[in-house]
Nanobody, 127 residues
Framework: QVQLVESGGGLVQAGGSLRLSCAASGRTFSSYAMGWFRQAPGKEREFVTGISWSGRNTRYADSVKGRFTISKDTTKNTWYLQMDSLKPEDTAVYYC????????????????????WGQGTQVTVSS
């Protein structure tokens, strides 16, 4: 059974940092792209960042470029989202998601393209 479990969310002041983790289990994820999405109350789920299974391709939403960094440790089947210079508008539930991709550089960015999802972790940034 495939499971993605996020952790690391919490309450932080504006300008602070958090690191989210996504631990995957249930299969080998060596051919999976990984994405981070977020959903604020009353808004649609939006793409934040993603990394291809080769690790060569990454993509960031304009709103987080230069502040957020995605990385992975394939030996641990774990992906990370380092969030720096947090702003109140970053407040949302953050989800990790995994997508099997045939090509090593493929990096989907739409929620409906992803196969597996975590349960989400709340990030709240106070002003």
């Amino acid at each position: 059974q495939v499971q993605l479990v996020e952790s690391g969310g919490g309450l932080v002041q504006a300008g602070g940092s958090l690191r989210l983790s996504c631990a995957a289990s249930g299969r080998t994820f060596s051919s999976y792209a990984m994405g981070w999405f977020r959903q604020a109350p009353g808004k649609e789920r939006e793409f934040v960042t993603g990394i291809s299974w080769s690790g060569r391709n990454t993509r960031y939403a304009d709103s987080v470029k230069g502040r957020f960094t995605i990385s992975k440790d394939t030996t641990k089947n774990t992906w990370y989202l380092q969030m720096d210079s947090l702003k109140p508008e970053d407040t949302a539930v953050y989800y990790c998601a995994a997508k099997y991709t045939y090509y090593s550089g493929t990096l989907p960015s739409r929620p409906d393209e992803y196969d597996y999802w975590g349960q989400g972790t709340q990030v709240t940034v106070s002003s």
